[in-house]
């Protein structure tokens, strides 16, 4: 059987291989299976036999002989994008909220990589077949700027600075409730929810991951906080777990709070900064504020 490899993103530094494994190949495999195949020698990091509980670097390559699915061709798909800049070696795009970023299970089509794919992008591959010039994420109802690497060469120094903190995310949320201070320091480590799968929650176990959010006060209304946040880690739900620990979750999050009237989370990737791999000089991005952002602070204002 051919040897299949992966690649490790930044966004999962510091995951144990059989977690991240048990993730990518939930479909194929149980975490106990992977388990079984890595004590097997079956599966290796840059080449080399390691355990089970292996932590993962950005950059690593996991070489695989055990049975994976094959994976449906990307399609390219003609949708709307706002491209804000691009070069040779990366694109920065405005995503609107409710875009998927990749496809997955769920969203086989109408995502991120397909509108790039559409317009003829040429990606880098270091993410793997399915994330095809993918840095970082947005959720899905989360709008706002991404980087996209064209060449291997990008993908790999802008992963290293999201591995060294380097890479500046601002973010606009709005939050339920009147916080107190003005400022504040989030440092709470992030880890799978005990009880459901599909949250994320403040953990006190060894496979939590440390996670540190910045936030400042912009405006305060009746009944809810307009913050600016800047995030230290890149955790999965960071900022939605984070607020919502602080009892503030961000307005519209049903999964960490309150649905309410609103059609999605009022979070916005408002800027990046970054050094560009090729030039070496700091770039630096802002979205516009979007409409539906943009209401969502009126209707706060009216409450």
Do not use: C
């Amino acid at each position: 059987m051919a040897k299949i490899h992966f690649d490790v993103e930044a966004l999962w530094a510091s995951e144990r291989i059989d977690s991240y494994l048990a993730k990518l190949l939930k479909h194929e495999h149980s975490r106990e299976e992977i388990k079984r195949s890595i004590k097997k020698g079956q599966i290796t990091v840059n080449g080399k036999h390691v355990e089970p509980r292996h932590l993962l670097k950005p950059g690593d390559r996991i070489e695989t002989e055990i049975s994976v699915s094959k994976t449906t061709r990307l399609a390219p798909e003609e949708m709307p994008l706002k491209v804000i800049y691009e070069d040779n070696e990366l694109l920065i795009v405005d995503k609107p909220a409710g875009m998927v970023v990749h496809p997955g299970a769920g969203h086989p089509g109408g995502t991120l990589v397909n509108a790039l794919l559409g317009r003829g992008s040429t990606l880098s591959s270091v993410g793997g077949q399915e994330r095809p010039g993918i840095v970082h994420r947005l959720d899905k109802e989360t709008s706002g700027l991404l980087v996209i690497a064209k060449t291997n060469r990008a993908h790999r120094l802008l992963q290293s600075q999201f591995a060294d903190r380097s890479f500046s995310k601002t973010y606009l949320a709005v939050v339920r409730g009147r916080i107190e201070f003005e400022e504040g320091h989030v440092s709470e480590p992030i880890g799978r929810h005990p009880k459901i799968r599909q949250k994320m929650a403040v953990s006190r176990l060894e496979s939590a991951k440390a996670a540190e959010t910045r936030y400042r006060v912009l405006k305060r209304f009746k009944t809810a906080t307009l913050l600016e946040i800047k995030l230290l880690t890149g955790r999965t739900h960071q900022i939605r777990v984070h607020m919502a620990h602080l009892g503030h979750p961000v307005v519209g999050d049903g999964l960490y709070g309150t649905k309410g009237d609103f059609k999605r989370h009022a979070l916005h990737a408002a800027r990046i900064q970054f050094i560009h791999p090729q030039s070496g000089k700091l770039m630096k991005f802002e979205a516009e504020t979007p409409e539906d952002f943009k209401l969502i602070l009126k209707n706060a204002v009216a409450q």
